[in-house]
């Protein structure tokens, strides 16, 4: 990928940040700085940084739960930046996808009690909700691909679908499993083909032309499916008990989210060969959620996507997702979003956002 190492240069003003904390390193006389800590370990050299560059290096953005808001801009679900290089190892929490590779060079990737050890072309995808950190002592060129889990199911999931995969299953356990896989790691060598879907990707990051976002997620939906179809091979990934009932899981969910609008327990018991009480055992085992939570969420996701990106009315939306109670449907989507359709439709992304996590339920 040294194509794209070459489109990918970093600023000069993150290279002043990167010599800055490189001093740092130099001068803390040992290879514990290496090493991940919760941010307060951290917290001295940070705010050195901070003061001499208040506002491109934020303590928000240091914290150890990190939220979509502190790097997404509205109508954006794909950012892509470098790692910048001798900066502290933080342990964090993300609430979206982290796709990191590496351009040249190495770099540690740190997920629990496990190390992986990133070479040029290997690819690691991380799962919201996964404590890591990342350790990069050198003049390496790495990048991260950040991506909204919040409308992940709209943007991308679309594409693998209907595919048996494993970035299907990762990403089927990640939306819908109370046991997601933390991590796919690929450790595949350096790709021409990525690479030249990477050059483009970071040229298209670099620009604000009409169509931006859109074309950011055209090029990451090349990515995933060239990754999958060249590196299958290269994958591994950590191992976990009660995958059992995975197959099962993967087929009903599927048809539910395909027939969201209209399915019910009875025509899965019938297609599938299950007792309705099987079909629900096996969703609540999986999930923690119920069929009726289950497609409800379904339904409302897709609400919320009309809502945004059509200007038809709130009766026929609910009409398509088949609800014949109005009054109900706007019951349920202030219960999930905090406000009316309506109101979600005038407001601003980020108040969505806001509003959706203080919404009870």
């Known amino acids: 990928m ?61 914290a150890s739960l990190l939220s979509e808001d502190a790097f997404f801009a509205e109508g954006v679900d794909t950012v892509i930046h470098p790692h910048l290089s001798w900066f502290p190892p933080i342990w964090h929490i993300d609430h979206f996808f982290v796709v990191q590779l590496v351009l040249r060079g190495s770099m540690t990737t740190y997920i629990g009690d496990r190390a992986l050890q990133l070479h040029a072309g290997n690819v690691c995808i991380i799962a919201p909700g996964t404590r890591h950190a990342i350790s990069c002592f050198s003049d390496a060129c790495t990048v991260k691909i950040l991506i909204r889990s919040s409308t992940f199911e709209r943007a991308f999931f679309g594409i693998l679908r209907d595919t048996e995969g494993p970035l299907t299953v990762f990403f089927m356990r990640t939306l819908y499993s109370t046991s997601p896989h933390p991590y796919l790691y690929f450790n595949g060598t350096p790709d021409g083909e990525l690479a030249q879907i990477m050059e483009r990707l970071l040229r298209e990051a670099a620009s604000h032309r009409a169509y931006h976002a859109q074309m950011l997620n055209a090029y990451m939906q090349q990515f995933f499916i060239t990754l999958l179809r060249n590196h299958e091979q290269d994958l591994s990934l950590p191992e976990f008990a009660g995958t059992a009932h995975m197959d099962e899981l993967l087929f009903l969910l599927r048809y539910i989210q395909e027939h969201a609008a209209s399915v019910t327990l009875n025509e899965l018991s019938r297609l599938f060969n299950y007792s309705e009480w099987q079909i629900q055992r096996v969703l609540k085992k999986s999930t923690g959620k119920s069929f009726t939570e289950i497609t409800q969420s379904i339904r409302m996701e897709e609400a919320a996507r009309l809502l945004r990106r059509t200007r038809d009315p709130v009766s026929k939306i609910a009409q398509e997702l088949g609800y014949a109670n109005l009054g109900n449907f ?24 806001a509003s959706a996590e203080a919404a009870p339920g």
């Not at 600023?11 to 040992?30: A, D, V």
């Not at 019951?331 to 956002?353: D, Q, T």
């Open 330 to 353: 706007r019951k349920l989507f202030r219960k999930r979003y905090g406000m009316s359709p309506a109101e979600y439709r005038r407001v601003p992304e980020a108040a969505r956002a």
């Open 2 to 62: 040294n194509q794209a190492a070459t489109v990918f240069e970093k600023s000069e003003h993150q290279l002043e940040l990167e010599q800055m904390f490189r001093s740092f390193y130099e001068k803390s006389g040992g290879p514990v700085y290496q090493l991940p800590h919760s941010y307060p370990y951290y917290e001295p050299v940070i705010l050195k940084a901070t003061r001499r560059y208040p506002d491109s290096l934020t303590l928000r953005n240091c």
